[in-house]
C-alpha cells in the first residue's frame, strides 16, 4: 500500500541524512592518482559534451534502463515475457514486479557495471595490467557513470509510472540509497585508500549520529512541552 511506503519513506529520511554524511566523510578521505584522475574526469567531461552539444542518446538510455528492470526481475525470481524499446520510451513484460523492480534502474548503472565486467574479464583472460589499459577503464567509467546520472536525471523531468506507482517520496529515498550504495562501493573499487571496513564504520557512524541528534531534538521538544503544561495547570 501507498500509505505504507510513505510512512516508510519519512521513517527512512533520517537515515538518508545520515548516509548522506557519511559519503561526504569518506569522499573526503580520498587520494587519486594521475592514473584515475584525469581519465575519470575526461570521461566526465566526455558525457557531458555528448549530453548538452549533440542529441541525447534516449534510445541508448531506454535500453538499458528495461534491461535492468529485467535483471532485476530474475533476481527477484520472475521471468520476462518480452521488452519494447523506443526512442520514446520502452517497456518490459514481466511476471513479478515490486519496489526493487521498479525502480532499479533509477540506482544500478548498468552501463557501468558493464565496464567493469568487461575490464575484470579483459584483466582475468588476456591481462590487462598496462597503465593505458587502466586509464581507459576509468575513462570508460566517467563516461559511462555520468551517463547514468545525467540520462536518469533528464527522464525524471517527465512522468515515470516507476516512480507513481511506488509514491514520489517512498522512490526518492530508495533512489537515494541505493546511488549512495552505488558511489561508496565505486569509491571503494577507484581507491586503495576507501576499504569495506571504513565505509562500513563510516555509515555506521553517520546513521547513528544522525538518530541520536534527532532523539535528542524530540526529547527537549517533549521536556519543554512538558514544563509549558506543567506551569499552566499550575
Not at 533476481?75 to 511476471?95: F, I, P
Not at 517527465?158 to 562501493?185: E, H, K, M, W
Request: net charge neutral; with cysteine; proline share 3%.
Amino acid at each position: 500500500p501507498r500509505r505504507a511506503k510513505l510512512l516508510v519513506a519519512l521513517l527512512l529520511l533520517p537515515l538518508c541524512a545520515g548516509v548522506g554524511r557519511a559519503v561526504l566523510e569518506i569522499a573526503s578521505r580520498l587520494e587519486f592518482n594521475e592514473v584515475v584522475v584525469a581519465p575519470l574526469l575526461a570521461g566526465v567531461l566526455c558525457m557531458a559534451l555528448l549530453y548538452f552539444w549533440l542529441p541525447k542518446p534516449i534510445w541508448v538510455y531506454v535500453l538499458g534502463h528495461e534491461f535492468t528492470h529485467a535483471i532485476a526481475t530474475v533476481l527477484c525470481g520472475g521471468r520476462v515475457k518480452g521488452m519494447k524499446v523506443g526512442s520514446e520510451g520502452g517497456h518490459v513484460y514481466v511476471t513479478r514486479d515490486n519496489f526493487f523492480v521498479a525502480l532499479a534502474p533509477y540506482f544500478i548503472p548498468i552501463y557501468a557495471i558493464m565496464v567493469f565486467v568487461i575490464f575484470a574479464l579483459g584483466r582475468h583472460i588476456l591481462n590487462w595490467e598496462s597503465t593505458a589499459v587502466w586509464a581507459a577503464f576509468f575513462w570508460a567509467l566517467g563516461l559511462s557513470y555520468s551517463f547514468h546520472i545525467l540520462l536518469t536525471w533528464n527522464i525524471l523531468h517527465t512522468r515515470q509510472t516507476d516512480i507513481t506507482s511506488q509514491g514520489y517520496v517512498f522512490s526518492a529515498v530508495i533512489i537515494f540509497l541505493g546511488n549512495a550504495l552505488v558511489v561508496v562501493l565505486g569509491m571503494n573499487i577507484v581507491s586503495n585508500d576507501i576499504g569495506l571496513g571504513l565505509i562500513a564504520h563510516s555509515l555506521g557512524n553517520g546513521v547513528s549520529e544522525t538518530y541520536l541528534i534527532i532523539g535528542g531534538f524530540a526529547e527537549n521538544t517533549l521536556t519543554n512541552i512538558n514544563s509549558v503544561l506543567n506551569s499552566t495547570s499550575g
